[in-house]
């Protein structure tokens, strides 16, 4: 008997160790928040994981694409039907978006792209309140380049990170590095 119960704890064990470990190769099948122990970003302009695009290759990018890509920037508010009702605040119920910026503390349309969060899961996910935590903090998505309220953003987020605490505005992306989440 004692030789079973060491051996169920032994399985035990192994099973709690194998399920904290994370492969970043896998690409989610569903929108869901990414959870790892740490991701390596080592630059920008590629549209992966490891050199998302920014905000700024968003907005200066030829668009529409097919092809999903990673993006990175500061969740700082979100738009009711028109970037012209844009509210820089957590204090929103708006889940239908957010909006991203280079800056977190942005607070200009003219900075910002669209981020579109159609599904459910999408919202639950990234919408400013149901993660009012996370409120100017970064988050890496990916989803598609397109027109999306009448200016460049994303449509379509099949997955994303949060990367709370994380400075991606003062620090060269070069010197980035492995982010511990």
């Known amino acids: 008997m004692l030789l079973l119960k060491r051996n169920s704890l032994a399985i035990l064990c192994l099973l709690f160790i194998c399920c904290q470990k994370a492969d970043l190769d896998a690409e989610p099948a569903e929108v869901a928040e990414t959870t790892v122990q740490s991701v390596a970003i080592v630059g920008t302009g590629l549209g992966s994981m490891s050199c998302p695009y920014t905000v700024a290759d968003v907005m200066d990018a030829a668009l529409p694409t097919d092809e999903p890509v990673w993006v990175i920037g500061y ?79 994303l449509r379509g987020v099949s997955t994303g990170l949060w990367l709370d605490g994380f400075d991606i505005a003062s620090v060269a992306p070069l010197n980035w590095g492995t982010i511990q989440i």
């Open 75 to 153: 969740v700082v508010g979100t738009a009711r039907q028109s970037m012209g009702n844009a509210v820089f605040s957590p204090e929103t119920e708006n889940q239908s978006n957010i909006l991203l910026s280079p800056d977190s503390l942005c607070e200009s349309t003219d900075d910002c792209i669209p981020v579109e969060l159609q599904s459910e899961k999408a919202r639950s996910s990234f919408s400013i309140p149901t993660n009012r935590a996370h409120f100017r903090q970064p988050l890496l998505v990916k989803g598609r380049p397109s027109v999306y309220l009448n200016r460049k953003g």
